[in-house]
């Protein structure tokens, strides 16, 4: 079955839901004032982007994000948004110069964050957005297809070459052979070291010089398994040195374990916390004081790379949309992918040697090349099952009228542990609009990830360490993932046309402790759809089995799921609508104030259906796909 294309998916009409009872003021930016006067020129509200819009009952200055959040719902809906008239010249000076901001400060949007703005009686509202699907034009205006090798493009957005120059300066550098013998080298020793251990649990003594002797520990253990490793190295390294005559060693092996586990999202997962915690405290001037050398580098990206050398022209050629793209085998015959295969070699070929120099050669072009493929690979996985559940759910699926009583997505507060009461319309549109947001947000990840290890590293940006219910967490504010996050959650906004429930962020608190929680949180969705998706995927190969006569071995199989559930279309709607109405209802929290339509409390819901999969109806139908679980391999399957 064809899938729609994400554009037809959020510009197709979508139910009038009218306004949401509980979505007041209260649900998004608060209307304090900052404590400081924003310097002349940019938005009062988050004070570093410039200002954009002008409101004339406010009387102040907005930037395009912060306009939106504050004017979204309650009495300033009403208000009347201006255009600013921006100075060329200022604006081109503003961009040039390195972004300065006061990580310790969380923008207004995140301020009550534990008042309990997640509300269980969201009652089949939707605060309007205004800006309709017209807003798609800003929403993606150009995306690659893994499956194709094309760009896509809509609306006045811009080019590939400048879509792929922005999104390259959050590409992390694809590993290189001897970086990963001290990638290896680095696992080894977190994986001994017992740093959180004795930092955060431990409360007795002076803490500073704990956190700097386990520091040296594990710079020791490094320095052991280097030298073992190779001698030579490891004695040019060591010999009479101190550990601050080792500092870009050091800041070499961490900038390695982070910028791996952003391009792997699946690896290092006891290992990637411990050691960035260690680099946090690292950043502390007392500690860093008794250590005398620094820890941290910036993370090698593509842009990086190629700034450096000079080269960046070379993703403006029309022939990396070819050397980058991933090559999927599903439903192509083998001449048709090895005609695929070839084409991007030679492309790869071809840009390594036309642009090749002294100084940029070509193997550091080509390693350049493949980290973009990776990053396609890495969207596939996790951003296009959102896509596919976006299509299911508007193929499959009414918007206004369920086609039956067991289709139907209305879900009622206290009924199947549900924390939310909806009817089936403005069910379509809630888990349609999360849909979306997930897959924006997947769609930016890597630049989520770069602004987070900005905010957990930064030397002013401390944290308190607290029981949030769930432990010992470090709290720390996060302003830059704060500020992009409600980007891309504004941007979702006027592309759906309207919102249902809640439109908090939590971040820095309780719920979502610090920028790793949060990174942590998104990189779930692709292992709960891609299972789900897989199983879909089982079902229709088992339909154009059928249909064809093809399908001998699988008979016995198509028989149960017919006397079972009726027959195989029945089957995958059973799956969705179950998916779609107890995934999203608000469930999975231990108390209520955590729980409901908040941007984060989707999630919970979502993971709480995969802890009941075993209590499905439908679960053999998992069984038969080779499901063996959420939380195995990357995939959940054998």
Request: hydrophobic share 40%; aromatic share 8%; charged share 25%.
């Amino acid at each position: 079955m064809e899938m729609p294309s994400l554009s037809e998916i959020l510009l197709s009409d979508a139910p009038d839901l009218g306004e949401n009872a509980f979505g007041g003021a209260e649900d998004g930016p608060q209307d304090d004032a900052p404590e400081d006067d924003a310097p002349e020129g940019f938005c009062v509200e988050c004070r570093d982007q410039r200002a954009q819009e002008y409101c004339e009952q406010c009387q102040e200055d907005f930037c395009e994000v912060c306009a939106g959040m504050i004017h979204r719902t309650g009495r300033r809906k009403q208000h009347v948004l201006k255009k600013v008239a921006v100075d060329a010249a200022a604006a081109a000076a503003n961009g040039g110069e390195k972004e300065e901001e006061e990580p310790g400060s969380e923008p207004a949007a995140e301020s009550g964050a534990e008042a309990g703005d997640d509300r269980a009686e969201d009652e089949d509202g939707a605060s309007g957005d205004g800006g309709g699907a017209a807003g798609m034009s800003g929403a993606l205006s150009v995306s690659f297809s893994a499956h194709s090798g094309k760009v896509e493009t809509s609306g006045d957005g811009p080019s590939f070459a400048q879509w792929i120059t922005e999104r390259a300066k959050y590409i992390p550098l694809r590993l290189t052979l001897k970086e990963r013998k001290y990638l290896r080298l680095l696992e080894a020793a977190l994986s001994v070291s017992e740093y959180t251990d004795k930092v955060d649990v431990l409360m007795y003594g002076n803490k500073p010089k704990r956190m700097v002797a386990q520091i040296k520990e594990l710079c020791a253990i490094l320095s052991g398994l280097v030298l073992a490793s190779d001698y030579k190295a490891g004695q040019a390294l060591f010999a009479d040195r101190q550990f601050e005559d080792n500092e870009e060693f050091y800041q070499k092996l961490f900038e390695i374990g982070r910028r791996h586990k952003i391009m792997n999202p699946d690896k290092m997962r006891n290992e990637y916390g411990k050691l960035m915690y260690l680099l946090q405290d690292a950043q502390l001037d007392e500690v860093k004081g008794m250590l005398g050398f620094s820890t941290v580098a910036p993370i090698k990206t593509v842009h990086t790379v190629l700034e450096s050398l000079g080269a960046t022209y070379i993703l403006e050629d029309e022939m990396v949309v070819v050397a980058t793209r991933e090559i999927v085998a599903h439903g192509k015959t083998r001449s048709q992918v090895q005609l695929e295969c070839k084409q991007k070699e030679r492309a790869v070929e071809y840009l390594c040697k036309t642009y090749a120099t002294a100084d940029c050669p070509g193997e550091v072009i080509r390693q350049c090349l493949y980290s973009i493929g990776d990053n396609h690979a890495y969207l596939r996985f996790n951003r296009d099952p959102c896509d596919r559940m976006l299509g299911y759910l508007t193929t499959l699926f009414a918007p206004q009228r369920a086609e039956s009583d067991a289709l139907s997505l209305a879900i009622l507060y206290g009924r199947n542990g549900a924390r939310l009461s909806h009817s089936h319309a403005s069910q379509f549109h809630y888990v349609r609009q999360t849909l979306t947001l997930w897959r924006e947000i997947l769609h930016d990840m890597f630049m989520l990830w770069y602004q987070a290890d900005a905010d957990l590293l930064s030397a002013k940006n401390t944290y308190r360490l607290k029981d949030t219910g769930q432990g010992l967490n470090r709290v720390q504010a996060c302003p830059r993932v704060s500020r992009a996050a409600h980007g891309i959650l504004h941007r979702t906004q006027k592309a759906v046309g309207q919102w249902v429930g809640s439109a908090m962020i939590h971040l820095g608190d309780r719920n979502v402790p610090n920028a790793l929680m949060f990174i942590d949180k998104y990189n779930q969705v692709g292992g709960i759809l891609n299972p789900i998706v897989r199983v879909l995927e089982f079902l229709e190969a088992l339909e154009a089995a059928r249909r064809t006569g093809r399908g001998d071995d699988d008979r016995a199989v198509v028989r149960f799921i017919e006397s079972t559930y009726g027959g195989i279309v029945e089957a995958k709607k059973l799956i969705l609508a179950d998916f779609f109405r107890s995934a999203f209802d608000g469930s999975g929290a231990d108390n209520f104030f955590d729980a409901g339509s908040c941007i984060d409390g989707r999630l919970t819901s979502a993971w709480n259906w995969c802890s009941t999969i075993e209590k499905k109806p439908f679960f053999n139908v998992f069984l038969l796909a080779g499901f063996v679980g959420f939380n195995g391999n990357p995939e959940g399957f054998n």
